[in-house]
Nanobody
């Protein structure tokens, strides 16, 4: 089992920045990759960004490319999502997820069903 705890959400004005953290514990050595997803009210949960467990490979949704950066601190078993130039449409609950599947590679990192463990989510609200 892998436990994931997100933090860092909050209320920010448009154009501002936030950094989300996802601390992983448990059988983290089994992880292949980590991802961030978000779910706005009344909408589906969407892929935001992903990073391989080694930190060498990163992936981004087109909607946030250039504004968000995913990174990993291996010593702390923590994945970060640095969010800059935030927009009201970025308002959502942000979820961290971990995958132990080789199918995560390729296009698997985009799909919720390729992730085995999920955090509880952290609310990000961007005011206009």
């Amino acid at each position: 089992q892998v436990q994931l705890v997100e933090s860092g959400g909050g209320l920010v004005q448009a154009g501002g920045s936030l950094r989300l953290s996802c601390a992983a514990s448990g059988r983290t050595f089994s992880s292949v990759g980590m991802g961030w997803f978000r779910q706005a009210p009344g909408k589906e949960r969407d892929f935001v960004a992903a990073i391989s467990w080694s930190g060498k490979s990163t992936y981004y949704a087109d909607s946030i490319s250039g504004r968000f950066t995913i990174s990993r601190d291996s010593a702390k078993n923590t994945v970060y999502l640095q969010m800059n130039s935030l927009k009201p449409e970025d308002t959502a609950v942000y979820y961290c997820a971990a995958s132990a599947r080789q199918s995560w590679w390729g296009m698997g990192h985009l799909e919720q069903y390729e992730y085995d463990y999920w955090g509880q989510g952290t609310q990000v609200t961007v005011s206009s």
